[in-house]
């Protein structure tokens, strides 16, 4: 008989972003089946649901409900960096654990969450090496007006003067908002080598439509001399993308479709971001496994007790190893440009800023 | 005109933890190894290594002046205070103790990171301004010496703001301070036996 374990899924199904929290959704549930049909697995997990639609304000909230409600003492979920810093006080009250399998800004490393997706050494530092050699040091950095914006471009424009080279301009749009044509100007008059892009949701999707147009009308705004690079664009936005816009974006990421390696299993999945959820889901359930009481310990517990290890989560920061890759939409799919070696996720930049550009040659394997 | 504060990095720096074993440093100690520092904890007095330290965390509570090795007030390195009774006579001495951030205890899942930053930029903003005024009190001791060799210039038949602008061309030419300038010319003038300036004057 398996042990019934409920477990919190906080996921906003309306909204801006609500495609990353759908591919994560199916991530989670995808996991969760798979765990409860393993007769070798000695749980099964309840989903215990609720959902903040998108607003920031009701994160906190539902997430201490399925807390107070359930026994769930884990909740997975949470897109933005916004609505995770919202919940992290009511863990701390409450002693749950939020599973975060989103990529995000780095400079944090809560006693309560896991992060289970990149943090800026496993993509934006890789990511601008990879650039630098390429395309130049020139950027135009824009981002949405919230932390992920503001820290990745923080981080970039440090990363660009240490390494020599010159931000062109630094925008930022309001959540939501569609009016792009100063960002356009901006980026017209200064013909960066490339642009780093930090905006998330429908001004994204709006933002490439209108710089795909610019690149039609002047050839060096084409994805061969200036393209757009993000860190957290996956397969999973794509559809709301015109597929000539897409053409020629450069991602980071642990995993893109059809990569093999990460997660274990040799499983296909949709995006990293579906990737990292299912693994946070197994990571969880081999942690549950096997050792009475688990189910009703904190985070740090149940990481120093299982009896099969950490799982790969480091004991210090919550972030685990992950594949670092760099791809490019080709016909309507990400493709592999290189790949990295695994790095471990390192949140407060213990081991420097530059650490990945000045290994990048050494590194590279291209794939 | 506003500078960007640059964020330092933090990774492998040494931080000495002086406070008495107590279960709310488990919280401290796990957030700062999560920053990636080296944590050293100790009680009562700071070892002297932690001479060569790049953070001291101390106890308001329980601390005295004794256990820095240091004249009050000068540490070598910023310093967070680590308060739990917010007694006035505890924040006092924390103040006086030099503390450049403070961290409230019981510490919890964070707090750490925004005090070292914070502790690291006061700490620089403080040794820039010690640095700054040191210089400024030594070119006001200079200020006789400034008044002495424009005389002398003067004597030699320029008006007084004519002497005041050789005097900052001849430091200029030495690549030396306008305070230094002065010195060189009143020196050269005290070893050509001109020990009387009333004579020129005269």
Partial sequence: MKERIELGLLYSRSGSYSLISEACRSGVLGAIAKINADPDMPLSFVAVERDPQGNADAYGPLCEEILNQSSARHVIGCVTSWSRKEVIPTLERAGGTLWYTIPYEGFEASDHVVYTHACPNQH????????????????????????????????????????????????????????????????????????????????????????????????????????????????????????????????AGPYFRGVQGWPDGGQNFGSSHEAAAYSAVHRLARLLSGHAGAARESLSQLLAHAPGGSEGIDLATHHTQLPVLIAQVENGAFVPRERFAPVAGDPYLAHGREAILQGASSLRVVS | MTRRIRIPVLGGARVYVLHRPHPTLQALDRQLRAIGLDVVQCWPELPAEALSGDFVFFDADQGYDAQFPWPTGQSPMPMIALIGSEAPGRIEWSLETGAHAQLLKPVGDGGAYSALLIARIAFEARQSLSAEIADLRRRLDERQTVVRAVTLLAARGKSESEAYDQLRQMAMAWRVSFEDGARRVVASHDAQGGANDRSDLG
């Avoid at chain 1, 630098?132 to 820290?151: C, D, K, Q, T």
């Fill in chain 1, 124 to 251: 934006l530092l890789p990511l601008l090496g990879w650039a630098f050699a390429r395309l130049g040091r020139r950027g135009y950095l824009m981002g949405s007006n919230y932390i992920w914006g503001w820290e990745m471009n923080r981080l970039a424009r440090e990363v660009i003067s240490g390494a020599g080279g010159e931000v062109l301009g630094e925008r930022y749009l309001p959540l939501g908002a569609l009016e792009i044509e100063r960002l356009i100007a901006e980026i017209r008059a200064t013909r960066p080598d490339f642009v780093l892009n930090n905006l998330i949701g429908p001004s994204q999707y709006a933002f490439l439509e209108a710089y795909h147009r610019l690149g039609q009308e002047d050839a060096h705004f084409r994805p061969e001399t200036c393209p757009i690079l993000s860190c957290n664009l996956t397969e999973c936005e794509l559809p709301a993308i015109h597929p000539d816009a897409a053409e020629g974006l450069v991602a």
